[in-house]
C-alpha cells in the first residue's frame, strides 16, 4: 500500500513540477483514486464503480502498472493508462465535478466476451484468440490471462478435432500455448500457473474420454429393438418392412467391429495421454491450498500406466 501511495504521489508531482493544466489535474485526481483502491485490493479482480451506476472487474495485477500521463481527448475528457488498462473521466455538467466514466482493457474484453458465448463459433473462438494474444503480448507478466487463452484454445480445439488427424491430441494451437506456459511459469516462478494449465488439458482428455466411453456403450444398443421389431413384422406379415430391417441390422452388425476397434484405440489413446499430462501436473511450489487440493485428488484418481489395449480387451 505504502509503495502504491508513493507511486501515485510521484504521479501527481510529476505533474506540479512538468506542468498539468487545470483539467488534466482533475482527470488524474479522479482515476488515481481509484487506482488506488484497485491497488489495496487482495483479490484477482476489482470491481470499479463507474458513472452511471455501472461497474468493471479490473485484473488487479494491472493495478500496479505505473500510470501514464494524462492523454485529453478534449477539454473535459482525458484518460491514463496503468499497463493495458485505460481509466477515462471528464466533466459531468449536470454534477458540475469530474467523474470516472469508463475503464477497459480492449483486446482482454473483447477476447472475454466472444469466449464467454456459450454459442460461440469456432470462427468466433479464432477471433477470441488473436485478442487474447494481444492481451498476452501487452502483460506477459500476468498468468491468468494465458490460461484464459489456453482454455479458449481448447474450447476451439473441441469444436475443430472431428476429421483430423490426431483428433485426440490437443492440436498445434493450444499445444503451443501450454508449453509456452510451462517455459514461462518456470522462468516467472509461478508453479500454480503451470498447475492450472495442466489441470486445463486434463479437463479436456476427461471429457473426450467420457464421449468415447458412451459412444462405445451406446454401439449396438439399437439392435435389441430392430430384432424385435422384425419379429413383430413376421408376426404381422409385413414382408417390406421385415426385409427393410434385416438389411439395417445386417448392416450395423458389418460395420460395427470396424466401429469398435476405432473407438478403442481412440480411447486407449486417450487415456495415455492424459496419463502423460497427469505425470507432469505437481504440487511443488503450489500454496494455494484449494489448488493443492484439487491436484492431489486429480493425480490419485488417474490409473497410470495404461493397461495394453489387448490385454485390456482380450477375452
Known sequence: MQRSMKVITATLMA????GCSK????????VTHEIEKCRASTERFH???LHGDRSYQVLVEACHEPISEVEMANEWRGQVRTGPVVWMAGEDKALRAFVLNNVEWPDLDRALSMAD??????????EAEASFAKAQQAFPKNGWVRLQR??????????TRSGTEAPETLGEEAQAVLDEIAAWAGEAQKPEVLAGARMLALTYYEDYIRRQEGALEALGSRNPWIEAAIEQAIKDGDTKTVQEYQAELEERLEREPAEREALEVRLHKLKELRCEQASQLSVSGVEDNALREEVTQKKASITCPVPP??????E
Open 23 to 30: 483539467t488534466e489535474d482533475r482527470v488524474l485526481n479522479v
Open 47 to 49: 470491481e470499479v464503480k
Open 150 to 159: 489456453l482454455e479458449n484454445l481448447i474450447h476451439l480445439r473441441e469444436k
Open 15 to 18: 505533474c506540479t513540477l512538468w
Open 309 to 314: 489395449r489387448a490385454e485390456a480387451s482380450a
Open 117 to 126: 458465448d456459450p454459442k460461440a463459433s469456432h470462427g468466433t473462438l479464432s
